[in-house]
């Protein structure tokens, strides 16, 4: 079992930045792919980006790539989502997730089993 938490939402404005975290306890981490979503008002919950179990591949959503970084810390238990020169349909409640295998190109939600609660952003042009 993992519970993870997001914090690190916000508004900011278009071209800003926010450093999104993705707090994980409970008895694996470090063996967990993570995963970020978002879904916005009215709309499906999206990929965004994807990091493997060491932190050695990352796959980003085309609408995330050159813009958005995913990392991990497994020492610290945590998954980041730095969002750099965001826009205003970047707006959305955005989810970490933990995939119950180390490695996977799942971009689908359904077959991620592990979530966060969610952290609303908010970009304004």
């Known amino acids: 079992q993992v519970q993870l938490v997001e914090s690190g939402g916000g508004l900011a404005q278009a071209g800003g930045s926010l450093r999104l975290s993705c707090a994980a306890s409970?008895?694996?981490?470090?063996?967990?792919?993570m995963a970020w979503f978002r879904q916005a008002q009215g709309s499906e919950r999206d990929f965004v980006a994807a990091?493997?179990?060491?932190?050695?591949?990352?796959y980003y959503a085309d609408s995330a790539k050159g813009r958005f970084t995913i990392s991990r810390d497994n020492a610290k238990k945590t998954a980041y989502l730095q969002m750099d020169s965001l826009k205003p349909e970047d707006t959305a409640v955005y989810y970490c997730?933990?995939?119950?295998?180390?490695?996977?190109?799942?971009?689908?939600?359904?077959?991620?089993?592990?979530w966060g609660q969610g952290t609303q952003v908010t970009v304004s042009s």
């Open positions: 409970g008895r694996t981490f470090s063996t967990n792919h």
């Open positions: 997730a933990a995939h119950k295998l180390a490695f996977t190109r799942s971009r689908l939600s359904a077959e991620y089993a592990y």
């Open positions: 990091i493997t179990w060491n932190g050695a591949n990352t």
